[in-house]
């Protein structure tokens, strides 16, 4: 069952502005991995569904959240059909996101008022995503579509709010175009998690990646 409830979910995806998308299938890894986002300023933390068994690996991360990471939000990631977002939301996922928009997937989230981010691709979509409930979209894959995108889409819908993925780096130039086309907030993947930093498990690097992000996020809004 969800901790947070939607209205906290949204205004902390809001607040903070990033949500740090991240697999691993090591729950060690991937416990130092969250630990480090929280150290930088990270309060809500997307788990991709991309391996086997990720949801044991899900179910611990929240434990663990919930006990020792007070106000972390956990969401799941990679949901493409209703049958996994009811999996996840039985563990504890506070928001479920997908790479594409399944009509499915929405009454099961909202029946438990839990936030769902569907992937979308065109203005129709994020039109019919809104429609069955979903307050916030996640333009994807945002490094095809680019800021403009965004921009165009929020001048006749300006109500609208964007989760944007895909092509987004810790970097000012970067961040500054997409938060200034519009959108509410950004998931963060590989670029804030840097191959060698996992390897050699310098967490403190990533805490850094975050904090630096963050900081360029309150700036350029």
């Known amino acids: 069952m969800a901790k ?19 697999y691993n299938s090591d729950l060690e890894v991937s416990k130092n991995v ?24 899900f179910g611990e991360l929240v434990k663990y ?18 049958g996994t977002a009811s999996l996840y939301i039985q563990l504890g996922a506070n928001f479920v996101v997908g790479p594409l928009f399944n009509p499915a997937v929405a009454p099961v989230c909202n029946r438990r ?22 307050d916030v979209c996640k333009v994807f894959p945002g490094d095809v579509l680019g800021p403009k995108f965004v921009k165009g889409l929020r001048a006749p819908m300006p109500w609208t709010k964007i989760m944007v993925t895909g092509g987004v780096k810790p970097e000012k130039e970067n961040l500054e ?21 996992i390897a050699a498990k310098d967490w403190g690097k990533i805490s850094q990646l975050c904090r630096e992000a963050l900081a360029i996020v309150r700036e350029v809004r």
């Open 113 to 134: 008022l839990i936030p769902y981010c569907p992937g979308c691709g065109s203005v129709t979509e994020v039109g019919m995503a809104q429609e069955a409930g979903c």
């Open 34 to 57: 969250l630990k480090a986002c929280y150290d930088g300023g990270i309060r809500a933390f997307e788990f991709a569904n991309r391996g086997d068994f990720a949801q044991e690996v």
């Open 4 to 22: 947070y409830d939607k209205l906290q979910v949204l205004m902390t995806m809001h607040e903070t502005g990033i949500v740090p998308v991240f």
């Open 65 to 82: 959240a919930n006990a020792e990471l007070p106000g972390m939000i956990m969401g799941i990631g990679s949901v493409v059909d209703p």
């Open 177 to 197: 175009g997409w938060f200034k086309a519009g959108v509410t907030c950004v998931g963060m993947g590989s670029n804030l998690f840097p191959k060698d930093a």
